[in-house]
């Protein structure tokens, strides 16, 4: 299997990039990842002699978050963000991780690699894990602006995914909402809901922000604006309340005694909901394997994001998404 990574994007890049790929190669030694990017930055952080299951590919041109993404694959060609979808493209390897603008990935992955055929727009699903198995929330920032037949396909990219991830088949489905009657929201999300009303018998209608987590649906469906606002939001909320959890600990010796009971309890749950746990997000709807990894993510974020890699490719999710469209759109066309 061999893997491309952004070495150049992120907020801790090169550094997170490197530990994270050698991490990776110390779960599975048959991966080959590519490091693409500033080879000299690279290289300090790599151990000496560098291992024969890391490849190095030099650009000149690095990608922050101030350019335009939309812009980038003509202003920045020798990027490490834009090699590496073209690596992608030219079949050199199987899979792209980057942690960079996600815009300019977006934009990227789109002019280079092309759509699924039938999909309208790529979109990010988020995986969201809870008591009860795992959720897909869908899209997450890929379309700030959306359509009700793009919510529509969200739906059917997101259940083929969560199939990979989760093994569940025939997914409930649920539309993010205001309310839960069905004519609540604007205009977009009463017309997504009659859409996924009459597209899906497994569609179980509006679901408010405050159960998205004990809701019966699995594949939970919004615009892009909605869904990174959710995620950011959770994603805050997650740290500030550990964060909250440690002070207070530290405030009485009582509590302190507590807390080393309560420990692995604390450990587990923390872990249940860390990003960095379960690695970055699949473009879904381009026609290949893109995973945008956090602009925060650390060194095992990114090995996470290469394991999730490796397992859309093995799992074959982008036939199975092609598969999926062209059903529905055979089955629409009767």
Request: charged fraction near 20%; hydrophobic fraction near 40%; proline fraction near 4%.
């Amino acid at each position: 299997m061999k893997i491309a990574l952004d070495a150049m994007g992120g907020d801790f890049a090169p550094e997170a990039a490197v530990h994270g790929a050698l991490d990776a190669l110390n779960v599975d030694n048959a991966l080959e990842l590519y490091l693409v990017g500033n080879e000299d930055l690279i290289k300090k952080f790599l151990p000496s002699p560098q291992p024969n299951h890391i490849h190095l590919i030099p650009t000149t041109q690095v990608v922050t978050m101030h350019d335009k993404g939309s812009r980038v694959l003509k202003e920045k060609p020798d990027s490490s963000l834009v090699k590496g979808v073209e690596l992608l493209k030219d079949g050199i390897v199987d899979a792209f991780v980057s942690a960079g603008h996600t815009g300019a990935v977006l934009s990227s992955a789109i002019l280079t690699l092309g759509r699924i055929e039938g999909a309208k727009r790529p979109a990010l699903g988020a995986y969201i894990p809870t008591d009860k198995g795992g959720k897909i929330l869908c899209d997450v920032g890929a379309n700030p602006d959306a359509k009700p037949h793009h919510l529509m396909q969200f739906a059917i990219m997101a259940s083929l995914y969560l199939d990979h991830v989760e093994k569940i088949k025939n997914p409930k489905i649920g539309l993010i909402n205001i309310g839960t009657e069905p004519g609540k929201g604007s205009e977009l999300y009463r017309q997504a809901y009659e859409l996924l009303k009459q597209e899906f018998p497994s569609f179980i209608g509006n679901v408010e922000s405050r159960n998205i987590l004990t809701s019966e649906a699995d594949v939970l469906i919004c615009d892009g604006f909605v869904g990174n606002t959710l995620i950011k939001f959770a994603e805050g909320w997650i740290s500030l309340f550990s964060d909250m959890v440690k002070n207070k600990i530290d405030e009485k010796l009582t509590y302190k005694m507590g807390a080393k009971i309560l420990s692995p309890v604390l450990k587990s749950i923390n872990s249940q909901y860390d990003y960095e746990e379960h690695g970055g997000s699949p473009l879904l709807g381009v026609n290949g394997v893109c995973i945008i990894a956090h602009g925060s993510s650390n060194a095992k974020a990114i090995k996470n994001s290469i394991s999730l890699a490796k397992k859309c490719v093995d799992e074959k999710l982008i036939t199975d998404i092609q598969i999926g469209l062209t059903d529905h759109l055979e089955n629409n066309s009767h």
